[in-house]
């Protein structure tokens, strides 16, 4: 198992309804990625966070944001929830510099009713 | 942008046989290709990797192939056994901070004894 924590493990919100996801990182890790998994399907990149800064992002409306903190754990906020929000939030950490190599958490399933 | 394609999307197999997944990339600049096992309700676990400068790696049971001029990749699993039932994703990146894992749409592997 990593190091890699999430939470919480499950939430259940309503439609328009904001929400707050957390991630602590890997011990030693300083890059932190958001993944959305929808079910039957592999994780879909939503963005990665380094130095408390945004540092790539997939294609995910502005209403997805994330905050990363100095001892590199992060947030992931999403507003005004839609039905297609449903889904395993996962983060992954891992190394500047093999920012490629990363170790994924248990995921928060996150259910918008 | 990257698109991983990923066969079969289910595989079923008997203890002991070998069980190969395979992937197909299009990005010519992707130059990381790792492979997760996700058991139900677990996160996804990285179980080996295999960069752009190497044609093939084991690791005990497990072994990566890489054919860059084709682009694509495989995972090959010897001798498989009931614990190794899961859905296997593989995935590709630039490798270039902020980048993301591209991951392909996932192969249910069922090994039944």
């Known amino acids: 198992e990593t190091g890699v924590t999430q939470s919480p493990t499950h939430l259940i919100k309503t439609r328009g309804q904001q929400v707050t996801l957390r991630c602590s990182s890997q011990s030693g890790h300083n890059t932190v990625s958001w993944y959305q998994q929808a079910l039957g399907q592999g994780p879909q990149f939503i963005f990665q966070y380094y130095r408390e800064e945004e540092n790539g992002r997939g294609n995910f409306p502005p209403r997805f944001s994330g905050l990363q903190f100095p001892n590199y754990s992060s947030e992931l906020n999403v507003n005004a929830l839609e039905l297609d929000d449903s889904a395993l939030y996962l983060c992954?950490?891992?190394?500047?510099?093999?920012?490629?190599?990363?170790?994924f958490g248990p995921g928060t399933r996150l259910t918008v009713l | 942008g990257e698109n991983v394609e990923q066969h079969p999307s289910t595989l079923s197999v008997q203890e002991g046989d070998s069980a190969v997944i395979k992937c197909t990339y299009s990005?010519?600049?992707?130059?990381?290709f790792p492979w997760y096992k996700q058991e139900l309700g677990k996160r996804p676990q990285l179980i080996i990797d295999i960069r752009s400068n190497v044609g093939e790696k084991k690791d005990q049971r497990i072994a990566v192939t890489l054919n860059k001029t084709a682009k694509h990749f495989s995972l090959h699993i010897t001798e498989t056994q009931p614990e190794d039932s899961a859905v296997y994703f593989c995935?590709?990146?630039?490798?270039?901070?902020?980048?993301?894992?591209?991951f392909g749409k996932g192969t249910t592997l069922s090994v039944s004894s």
């Open positions: 990005d010519s600049a992707s130059n990381y």
């Open positions: 992954a950490s891992s190394l500047v510099g093999a920012t490629d190599t990363q170790y």
């Open positions: 995935a590709a990146s630039t490798g270039q901070a902020g980048t993301a894992l591209i």
